[in-house]
């Protein structure tokens, strides 16, 4: 059986070398890592630099340069170096569209970044692991109840605006999120924020259709996660 070609992106403007191990061992578990690449400015104190398992790609100090680069490459390896699979480290938002255009030739993309990887980033992969060996403090992991970060995420966005407890309007939740976030809720399975948050009645709670219907969450729900 033909191992897959897998290659390595890494930002390493945006993620840390501590988690070169992490990062390789997921990789190496899709197939054979036979690109294992690191973007950054070579004149910058890095600890990527001192890695001989990694190839580091000097991109200079622009602003962006390095996820230019990256996706330059990327674009390449996926048209011409046989690579069908991708391992892309990042938390950056910026490398949504790379992930999307990669999957629509039909190749695998495993996304890999910390917490603060935007949900647009998470979902546009084929699958995505998170870096972080703990959540940050607010956050927390899938558990039974389905109440997992992008859900603890809407709670903190209605308790930021939210005034006497009245919760904040549904219609305000798409720009907020999305700036906030990068979030689009059409990514997910249920398209609008209203069937999102109904599928939920444990944990939201919404008055009746209109433009100034409002969401407040339930804290028991949140608790009982």
């Known amino acids: ?66 996820d230019l680069l990256l996706c ?7 048209i011409t170096g046989g690579v069908d699979t991708f391992a892309i480290a990042s938390s950056d938002g910026d490398f949504t569209h790379l992930a999307q255009r990669l ?16 949900d647009g980033f998470r979902l546009a992969c084929t699958e995505f692991r998170q870096l972080d060996s703990k959540p940050k403090r ?24 939210s005034t006497n407890g009245r919760g904040m ?10 700036a906030a976030h990068s979030t689009r809720i059409s990514t997910y399975p249920e398209r609008n924020w209203r069937a999102y948050l109904s599928a939920r009645p444990n944990l939201y709670q919404l008055d009746p259709r209109g433009p100034e219907a409002m969401v407040r969450f339930l804290p028991e729900g949140f608790a009982a996660s």
């Open 1 to 66: 059986m033909v191992s897959r070609r897998v290659a390595v992106l890494i930002d390493g403007d945006n993620v840390s070398a501590k988690h070169s191990g992490p990062v390789l061992t997921e990789a190496k578990k899709l197939g054979r890592v036979d690109i294992a690449r690191i973007y950054a400015a070579a004149n910058c104190n890095s600890d990527w630099l001192d890695l001989p398992e990694f190839r580091f790609i000097h991109a200079g100090k622009g602003k962006n340069a390095a």
């Open 72 to 78: 330059i490459d990327a674009m390449e390896f996926a």
């Open 103 to 118: 999957r629509e030739k039909g190749l695998h993309v495993l996304g890999m970044g910390e917490a603060k990887a935007p």
């Open 138 to 161: 607010g956050q927390a992991a899938p558990t039974a109840h389905g109440c997992r970060d992008f859900d603890f995420r809407i709670r903190d966005m209605i308790r930021q605006h």
């Open 169 to 178: 309007r549904i219609a305000d939740l798409a720009p907020k999120m999305h």
